[in-house]
């Protein structure tokens, strides 16, 4: 089994939290600083959550110029499995490789709590084995995580099964109570909620585990 | 030649503005009444080195687009001439 890669910017976070949790599940992880351009050895990514190039002019507006995201962009071209959490999220959407925008939240405040988030769509490496309507505790922890989008991209996402989690209590104004989307192949997939902080019932919650799971499955299968 | 210019960085209208509805809500307690549609932004300031003013908006224009604004929530307006 080859390993993920899971990206490193200046600023990230979250990324021992990351391998930590891939290691839980049995899937080998490395990081891989931002300035590497070659990813070929990576089955699948993932860019983690922080605060990338210090979050300065709008989270992922920087980051989205590291040397590193052109060979994201391939990797997503090519069909491999590619998961932006949180910071990851907003990266993946400045840099194009998912529609839309994250904007500050409607009440502007940092929020930091477990939210329970439901499936909206198996169609996505990291919902594939989850049913539709299944409901997950899932921790949030983000200032701009207000998912926005036209009325066209909208409907888009809506009727091509691309809207994978929603929030069951809206908590930051996103539109249409979007948690996380994929693209239209699925294979690439953002969401706000961090499920590698939701491994272990002890701490919480283990409804993460299901989510990363299928994510890992699916840099296998992606082979 | 060298010129002097601004980028003006606001959310696109539609787009809800969540700090500039806090700053409009609280300025009532300071007595200011009739002060409607406030919007917060961002501003830019640099130089560019062109060959005419038009040329120098022109790379400004380009670079708000591209880096300065986000166009999915954002708007870019260039302004010239801020020595």
């Known amino acids: ?223 | 030649m060298e010129f002097a210019l601004q980028v003006d960085v606001t959310l696109r209208e539609g787009i809800a503005d969540p700090a500039g509805a806090t700053i409009e809500r609280a300025l009532p307690a300071l007595g200011f009444s009739g002060v409607h549609r406030v919007r917060a932004g961002k501003t830019f300031l640099f130089t560019v080195e062109a060959p005419d003013a038009a040329a120098a908006r022109a790379i400004a224009a380009d670079l708000a687009a591209r880096l300065l604004s986000n166009p999915v929530i954002e708007d870019a307006r260039v302004r010239g001439d801020v020595s």
Do not use: K
Not at chain 1, 41 to 50: C, R
Not at chain 1, 96 to 102: D, E, H, Q, T
Not at chain 1, 196 to 214: C, I, K, N, V
């Open chain 1, 1 to 223: 089994m080859r390993p993920v890669g899971v990206l490193v910017f200046p600023g990230s976070n979250c990324e021992h939290d990351v391998v930590r949790a891939l290691g839980d599940l049995g899937a080998p992880a490395e990081l891989v600083w931002h300035a590497q351009t070659d990813l070929s050895g990576y089955d699948g990514l993932v860019l983690p959550g922080g605060f990338a190039h210090g979050d300065y002019l709008r989270p992922g507006a920087l980051a989205r110029f590291s040397p590193v995201m052109g060979a994201v962009a391939e990797a997503a071209a090519q069909g491999r499995p590619v998961l932006g959490i949180c910071n990851g999220f907003q990266i993946l959407t400045e840099a194009g490789l998912l529609p839309g925008a994250l904007r500050q939240n409607t009440g502007l405040t940092f929020i930091s709590r477990p939210v329970t988030v439901r499936v909206a769509s198996s169609q996505s490496v990291l919902t594939r084995t989850t049913a539709v309507g299944t409901r997950l505790v899932i921790p949030i922890n983000h200032f701009s995580g207000a998912y926005t989008c036209d009325d066209a991209t909208y409907a888009r996402l809506v009727e091509g099964g691309q809207v994978v989690l929603t929030y069951e209590d809206n908590p930051n104004g996103s539109r249409g109570d979007i948690a996380g989307i994929a693209s239209a192949a699925g294979n690439v997939v953002g969401l706000m909620p961090h499920p590698e902080r939701a491994m272990s019932s002890l701490l919480g919650s283990a409804d993460g585990r299901g989510l990363l799971q299928s994510f890992v499955e699916s840099t296998v299968l992606a082979r």
